[in-house]
């Protein structure tokens, strides 16, 4: 918008940009000026009198309902808007252009689905003004056309459930109609509908699957045995041989490690890797990292030097010759390089090692082993080890095998979809009854849980166990509202990092209140819930100059937060505030909590409304 404005483009006429600036003035009258300067006021009013506008979160919540009046009466020709345009508000244009077909969920971009795509170009063409609308996806190296049309051509779109029972909630279902009429209740949610509709599908798979088996189990029937009990006697012998293997591995590591050690400049060795033995001289030692053990530097008939790793090597590693290395050998040097590497063939030539097939390493003799040694005994006096069709019938085993896992798979996820809402609210509410919400039988709400009712907050019991513990007793105004906006603020992950200040008297509850975060998440892990948001003091500076009275453009210099964000999020603290002099049983954080609300909703924060 800022880029056409400097072009000098304009899309209204002078009748148009008069309407537009009454309106505008009107809409912004409440606004003090002395903040009119910092929250751009004129340079956006300059743009809606040229019939240009942007939309976005960071906006002022009066701003954005004034581009939306003012693009609805067609004053304002073109907004350059993010989805906030296009969701929730009635917003028809005549045509609908899409940068990317990417958007930013808060972590990192995704592709958008087709109902997001049909929610944005459902804008196009204005109910009675317009015959057709249009939507226009600017192309882009990647663009896929035919997943383009996929997009617009969807109709049908799924709809997920992201409900979950909050702590909050499940004090309040407990108090007002009993644990097991609770559990019932949210049986019936559409969560658990969605779950248990999945489950359908599954059900019948295994359905499918076990006529499949029984088939499978009718092909591998051997007239002369039980080939079930012959095939577990395979089974146990592949794996009896592969854990011998294993260990076999392991033990030759461990001497190819230590032989390491042992070696010496001028050792002549079997280098690693290759169909044919390769050979070269040891150079020196190159220490290794942390407990890794060294590993030698050499010299390769090709004339080229390289480190090898300790664990490259899969057996002991031994000295088969020496080669004398010149005093301060300077192993840089291709003509010093060049003679060694000769001195080497030279050795080589003299043991005729020059092409020997290089040795592999063995697994440990099986035939040591006296549990394979059995297990062997017992496969081959099993009936079934004689018949003739012995391979046939394990490969059906096999089949067999494989299909009962996946089908034993299924049966666990039907197992842990159904009732997951009701266990989540279980295990919610046995974790409140162990910090003393509810009574120890989790049945009954007790005084702490009634403080915890009157919370509604994404933080709720964060909120609860900070009252319980008095974090924020004997804080002023000022400081409870920085303390307490640690816990509706969440930085962009491009912002990331701690705040370089902090309010002194603030600091100290903001500590208490990570402390109880940790402790608290640890105790969610425990139960196996989901874990609550950690503190985010990144706003705490702010609001506490906010709250002291100090103008709107300092605040937001030092903040460096757009003006519609530091408004959207003291409004969402006003309102935590609120519910903390409400909740709170000390006669002192409920007067300061008042005395907060009261110093954080001034200025354009009064003035303006949350939508």
């Keep these: 918008m800022q880029q056409c404005a400097a072009w000098g483009l304009r899309l209204t006429t002078p009748e148009e940009g008069k309407a537009i600036r009454a309106i505008a003035e009107e809409r912004c009258s409440e606004i003090p000026s002395s903040d009119l300067a910092v929250l751009g006021y004129w340079e956006w009013l300059d743009g809606l009198e040229r019939g240009l506008a942007a939309h976005h979160a960071g906006l002022l919540p009066v701003f954005k309902e004034t581009v939306e009046h003012l693009f609805a009466a067609g004053l304002v020709k073109a907004v350059f808007a993010t989805e906030t345009l296009a969701l929730g508000v009635n917003m028809p244009a005549r045509s609908v252009v899409l940068e990317r077909l990417v958007k930013w969920n808060g972590q990192t971009h995704v592709d958008i689905t087709p109902g997001e795509y049909t929610q944005l170009t459902g804008r196009a063409g204005r109910r009675g003004i317009d015959v057709e609308g249009h939507a226009v996806v600017l192309w882009a190296p990647g663009t896929d056309p035919e997943a383009v049309a996929g997009l617009a051509s969807r109709r049908t779109f799924p709809l997920r459930s992201s409900f979950r029972p909050t702590y909050n909630m499940a004090v309040n279902l407990v108090e007002q109609v009993g644990r097991e009429r609770a559990r019932d209740i949210l049986e019936t949610s559409f969560a658990q509908f969605q779950a248990d509709r999945a489950v359908v599908g599954q ?106 790793a300790a664990e490259d090597f899969t057996a002991a590693v031994e000295a088969i010759a020496r080669v004398r290395l010149p005093k301060q050998f300077n192993w840089r040097s291709p003509q010093e390089r060049r003679d060694l590497a000769s001195s080497l063939r030279n050795a080589l030539a003299e043991i005729g090692g020059g092409d020997v097939p290089r040795r592999r390493g063995g697994a440990v003799a099986a035939a040591e082993d006296p549990v394979l040694a059995d297990l062997r005994q017992r496969l081959r006096a099993h009936p079934c080890h004689g018949c003739a069709d012995r391979e046939e019938h394990a490969r059906w085993a096999v089949r067999e095998e494989k299909l009962r896992r996946d089908t034993q798979g299924l049966q666990r996820k039907i197992e842990g979809r159904t009732g997951t809402i009701a266990r989540t609210f279980d295990r919610v509410c046995d974790l409140l009854a162990e910090l003393g919400y509810l009574t120890p039988d989790g049945r009954a709400v007790t005084d702490a849980g009634r403080t915890l009712r009157r919370i509604n907050a994404e933080t709720d019991l964060l909120v609860a166990q900070c009252l319980r513990q008095g974090v924020w007793t004997g804080l002023s105004p000022a400081d409870l509202a920085a303390a307490v906006s640690a816990l509706v603020h969440e930085s962009r992950r491009d912002e990331g990092g701690r705040p370089e200040r902090t309010p002194r008297k603030a600091e100290a509850a903001i500590g208490a209140m990570h402390r109880l975060w940790s402790e608290l998440t640890d105790r969610e892990d425990e139960h196996r819930v989901p874990t609550t948001r950690e503190p985010d003091p990144g706003l705490a500076w702010a609001v506490h100059r906010w709250a002291s009275g100090h103008r709107l453009d300092a605040v937001l210099r030092d903040a460096d937060l757009a003006a519609g964000d530091f408004v959207r999020r003291c409004k969402q603290l006003v309102d935590l505030l609120d519910q903390v002099a409400v909740a709170s049983l000390d006669p002192g954080v409920r007067s300061a909590a008042r005395d907060a609300v009261d110093v954080v909703r001034r200025g354009v924060v009064a003035h303006t409304s949350l939508t």
């Design 203 to 308: 059900a019948q798979q295994i359905k499918n699957q076990q006529e499949a088996l029984r088939g499978y189990t009718e092909a591998m029937t051997c007239h002369l045995g039980d080939f079930h009990e012959y095939f577990a006697l395979r089974q146990a012998v592949g794996e009896r041989e592969k854990e011998l293997s294993r260990a076999g591995a392991a033990q030759r590591r461990a001497q190819a490690q230590a032989s390491v050690e042992t070696l010496a400049p001028g050792d002549v060795i079997a280098l690693p890797g290759g169909r044919r033995a390769t050979f070269g001289v040891v150079l020196d030692l190159v220490p290794g990292r942390g407990f890794d053990g060294p590993s030698p530097r050499v010299l390769s008939q090709d004339r080229q030097v390289r480190t090898i």
